[in-house]
């Protein structure tokens, strides 16, 4: 069923914009999030290491003087210059530039891992804030009602119990300290959310005037960013496995060397060179073996992981599709009772028209009105908030 269709069966009374306060806040919250900025820059960090990785290492330059000139047969030796290149056995450096390309895959994974929950937070904390604030707006009418009931009892306290207007009063008091609560949980929930956004904990947030509903969208079939870090990770593995046996295979070095002749002592002296070769012998094998072993029971142990993470994530999806069909059924019962509420309030007026009833009946049919209002809004935020939580797990993107 359409998304707009649910919302207008399930809650008609929709704010304009709502939507729109939502996405900006996101927009927001992707652009300046400082632990999101912080895990882009490990990402560009492992991408930048790439390149590197593919080039030679320095070559060696040796220089050596002699205090005294060294006798040659056809002449002094007074100095001698060698720079040496080494190369790795072909295919090292390919090697670990495929690790390298995992290792960066596997921080791109965590970074959209994280952004997803950081727009799954967004979602939730602003529904919460909205209804927290919209419940305040309940709590106050419910205040002015239960402050009218008091003066009323006051007014005909010759024919009522002094006790009916020590619980008037008590409720009263009961009110204003839980509109003093979620006064407090208001500011803590907007400083919260503004160090989501990464601004200043004091920066005022626009609100809608009551929640949208929405509604999952799992067509999507996006792989969960979690997934594809571990399978990334193990592919990183993988190629540390083929890095070090290349690493383990003999390194090739060509140079050249270059012998600096005295020719004032001898005028038949000549400068040398000589071009030179050299092969490492890696006959001891236990780093080697070691390091490969090292790499094979770490892809088998992320292979694990991810098997492990799989089934949590459909655990995880599980429980937010409870929640959302339990929240779903919260609604239409509270919406349903708000309308039965109604429709109590209306004979109560009708009675109180006709003097069949008192005012105090009324104002209190008008007190549960409010208080089903109050639990159908709450119940609204539970369904987006676990329908943000089910989008997570899906690994959809915003």
Do not use: C
């Not at 399930?10 to 919250?29: H, Q, S």
């Not at 094979?296 to 992981?305: C, F, G, L, P």
């Amino acid at each position: 069923m359409n998304s707009y269709v649910v919302a207008a069966l399930l809650f008609p009374v929709l704010a304009y914009g709502a939507n729109d306060y939502l996405r900006n806040y996101i927009n927001t919250a992707l652009q300046n999030n400082p632990a999101l900025q912080a895990a882009q820059k490990n990402y560009e960090a492992e991408n930048a290491r790439i390149s590197g990785l593919g080039t030679l290492e320095y070559p060696k330059l040796d220089i050596g003087f002699y205090p005294e000139p060294m006798e040659l047969k056809h002449g002094k030796q007074v100095a001698q210059f060698s720079v040496m290149q080494m190369f790795n056995w072909p295919g090292t450096q390919g090697a670990a530039q495929t690790e390298a390309k995992a290792m960066a895959g596997m921080q791109a994974a965590k970074t959209q891992s994280f952004r997803n929950e950081l727009v799954m937070k967004i979602k939730s904390e602003w529904n919460g804030l909205v209804a927290v604030k919209k419940v305040i707006e309940y709590k106050k009418q419910i205040l002015e009602i239960q402050k009218r009931l008091e003066n009323l009892t006051i007014e005909n306290l010759k024919v009522s119990d002094y006790s009916a207007v020590l619980d008037a009063n008590s409720e009263i008091l009961e009110l204003e300290f839980e509109l003093e609560s979620l006064q407090s949980e208001m500011q803590i929930g907007i400083a919260n959310f503004n160090a989501l956004l990464g601004q200043d904990l004091n920066t005022e947030i626009s609100f809608a005037d009551t929640l949208f509903l929405t509604e999952p969208d799992t067509a999507k079939t996006t792989e969960n960013p979690m997934l594809a870090m571990l399978n990334a990770e193990s592919q990183s593995y993988k190629s540390q496995i083929a890095m070090s046996q290349k690493m383990g295979s003999p390194m090739f070095g060509l140079g050249l060397q270059y012998m600096l002749i005295n020719k004032l002592d001898n005028m038949g002296g000549k400068d040398m060179v000589m071009v030179m070769g050299q092969v490492t012998l890696p006959i001891w094998r236990g780093k080697t073996n070691a390091s490969i072993n090292e790499a094979i029971r770490k892809s088998e142990a992320a292979q694990k992981y991810m098997i492990n993470t799989k089934n949590e994530l459909d655990v995880q999806k599980t429980q937010a599709k409870r929640q959302i069909e339990l929240a779903k059924k919260k609604i239409f019962l509270y919406k349903k009772q708000v309308e039965l509420a109604d429709s109590k309030h209306k004979i109560a007026l009708q009675n109180l028209s006709a003097g069949k009833s008192g005012l105090p009946e009324v104002l209190q049919i008008n007190i549960e009105f409010i208080n089903y209002q109050i639990k159908e809004i709450e119940a609204i935020a539970e369904y987006n908030s676990a329908v943000a939580s089910l989008e997570m797990v899906h690994g959809e993107n915003y």
